[in-house]
């Protein structure tokens, strides 16, 4: 098994890629020789290298350089990295696609998914995710379903073969399973299975993964919507600073609030840390 590491966000990637190395055979950083994101801003690319050489205790990493710049399509920018490291993987069987801000609960997740599409024949897994959006020091607001139950989200392949085409981001245009928790009313585990989707519920064993993206601290927010794919597709700083920054005051009143799709995000939860 194979994966790559996007080195642009060094915040969870000790904790998250610590938690899958084990089971690695190779691993790919696409690096940029620019050291320039998707927008063509400056990115972290020599601390995330760091850190993923520090997490390859077996000396596996292996640096695939280029350059992936366009300000008028940074989406684009984004798969035709991933599908770099993709390509640079081909010799393995299963493809990680697992983001630096993406926590695996336990790596027994992956070889159950791994197993169960081999099973289907499938080219893609999807795995549900919880949706950290805000972290304070004593607290952290978790996105929810509108009458308090937990709200899980499917934001790509975590899984793909090693010849795939990427389509946009980490989707693939091929049939994929989708592992759903049982029981679960989410908008996209409630709608039926799309064209190719092989649905199937996740064993109770098993736990969803943990999507950190917006669990920041207010300066690494900044970075990331300077620079993420999804940069010409919304009103970035109006949502960072009238929905993201006020959130531990006024999370009870936040309702269908997703930058990109409102009502993906129903409402909010306080956790205390």
Known sequence: MGAYVLPGDPTWLDRTLSVYYPLLDELVVPLPHDGRGWTGRPLPVQECLDIV?????????????????????????ETRQRQAAVDALAGTDWVVQLDGDELLPAPGLLVHAMDRADALGVDAVELPMRVIFRRTRRARYEVVQPGGAPHLEYPGPVLVRPLAR??????????????VVPGDTSLQSARAPEDGEVRESLPDEFDSLVHNSWGRTPAEILAKIRSWGHANDIHRYRFYGAVWLPAPVTWRLLRDFHPLAGELWPRLRRVAD
Do not use: E, H, N
């Not at 997490?55 to 684009?76: K, N, Y």
């Open 53 to 77: 050489r520090t997490v390859d205790t077996r000396g596996i990493a292996q640096v695939v350089p280029g350059s992936w710049v366009d300000p008028r399509d940074p989406l684009g920018a």
């Open 166 to 179: 990427l389509t946009s981001t980490r989707r693939t245009d091929g049939p994929f399973l989708r592992l």
